[in-house]
């Protein structure tokens, strides 16, 4: 399955960071008082008089913006811009569950960083000489980054009414679109790392989630620290059916369940723990814009097939790093003429070598699954 994280062909394109507009922060009661319009917050803690200013000076812009100032637009562009990245940062920092996340500039590198033991054998006391003992050797590395774009279409004659509607709606869409690309960019990569990697891993692909599998994989990554079982619902809705005892001994094919497991699945469709570890659905939400093959459901951002278990309490070996803040530009799709504000954020994300094996991964490959690169 291959995601595409480019936007549609614009023309005209015009960066919001080549203008410069004075007065204009993000910590600006003006973007404030836009935000809370915005996302439907309550009002009356602001002075009415600061609210109508704001007001008027939208429908001011919305208005120059619709007649084809450029500066207009790289104003509204910039108020929308204030408004979404700290909610991203959020959101991108929420998605880092599996690994550490780092705030870089846009003028620095991201730099993986790795270790490795350089000895295997450890004495426990010196009987000549010297004892030997293990050590370990860190090294950095750079990667790549991969830039994740959203938008939506502005119509400028609506602000110019002081219809805020509809940039709300683009807002939490972008809000939305930029979350699960990012998620699931960092998903492709750490199933890319584990599949990939060379000496140990845990890594099975099979039919079904397997318990055998799971199991075995349980009793190794254990030794890292309590591991925590992820997954869409697709794949951890399996665990239920590990979690049956045998009330007839004489009758294996006969499987109950006790009350209190029947309890939690009736409750939330799922098991809570599988001996002994917590299981953590991740939220993966429909990608209204794309159907499946068989054209009668929506695609999912994520794919559905693949369940990690993470060790806790150590420091991971996933590591993103957000490269300067989001950036914004307006243009013209050539395809159907719509006037669009895309914004950009642009991640590096890794796997530490020779530490994959601290990530186990179970694969079903009933599902579509991420293409290999």
């Known amino acids: 399955m291959t995601r595409a994280f480019e ?25 404030e008082i836009f935000s809370a319009i915005t996302r439907g917050k309550d009002m009356s803690r602001f ?8 007001y008027a000076r939208l429908k001011e812009l919305g208005e120059q913006a619709n007649n084809g100032f450029p500066n207009a637009k790289a104003e509204i562009n ?3 811009r204030y408004d979404l990245e700290p909610k991203l940062n959020e ?5 880092s569950f599996m690994g550490t996340y ?20 450890s004495n426990f006391q010196a009987s000549q000489g010297d004892v030997s003992f293990g050590a370990t050797e860190w090294r950095e590395y750079p990667i790549s980054t991969q830039t994740i774009s959203s938008g ?38 750490l199933y890319n790392a584990i599949k990939d ?7 099975a692909e099979n039919s079904g989630i397997n318990k055998t599998a799971l199991d075995d994989i349980l009793k190794k990554v254990r030794r890292f620290g309590k591991p925590s079982i992820m997954g869409d619902f697709s794949v951890v809705s399996q665990l239920n059916d590990f979690a049956g005892f045998k009330s007839d001994p004489t009758d294996a094919k006969n499987t109950f369940l006790s009350e209190a497991v029947m309890n939690e699945i009736r409750q939330t469709g799922l098991l809570s723990t599988y001996k002994g570890s917590p299981i953590v659905e991740l939220a993966n939400s429909y990608n209204l814009n794309s159907l499946n093959d068989a054209g009668d459901n929506f695609k999912t951002y994520l794919p559905e097939g693949l369940l990690f278990v993470v060790p806790q309490g150590s420091v991971s070996p996933l590591q993103i790093f957000k490269k300067g803040g989001v950036t914004s530009m307006t243009g013209n799709d050539i395809v159907t003429g719509t006037e669009l504000t895309r914004f950009d954020m642009e991640l590096g994300v890794g796997v530490a070598e020779g530490r994959e094996y601290e990530i186990a991964l179970l694969s079903d490959t009933n599902f579509e699954l991420p293409e290999v690169k």
């Not at 002075?47 to 704001?54: M, N």
């Not at 119509?155 to 990012?182: P, T, W």
Request: charged share 25%; proline share 3%; no cysteine.
């Open 7 to 31: 936007f549609n062909s614009m023309n005209n394109i015009k960066n919001t960071g080549d203008f410069n507009i004075p007065n204009l922060k993000q910590t600006s009661p003006f973007v």
């Open 47 to 54: 002075d009415g008089k600061k609210v109508d200013q704001v």
């Open 78 to 80: 910039t108020i929308v």
């Open 91 to 95: 959101l991108v920092q929420l998605a």
């Open 102 to 121: 780092k705030n870089i500039g846009y003028n620095e590198q991201p730099m993986m960083r790795t270790y490795k033991h350089t000895s295997i054998r």
């Open 152 to 189: 939506f279409a502005v119509n400028y004659r609506e602000i110019a009414s002081g219809n805020l509607d509809k940039v709300a709606e683009g807002m939490k869409q972008v809000e939305i679109d930029m979350m699960n690309k990012s998620v699931y960019y960092i998903i492709l990569k």
């Open 197 to 203: 990697a060379k000496g140990v891993k845990y890594f």
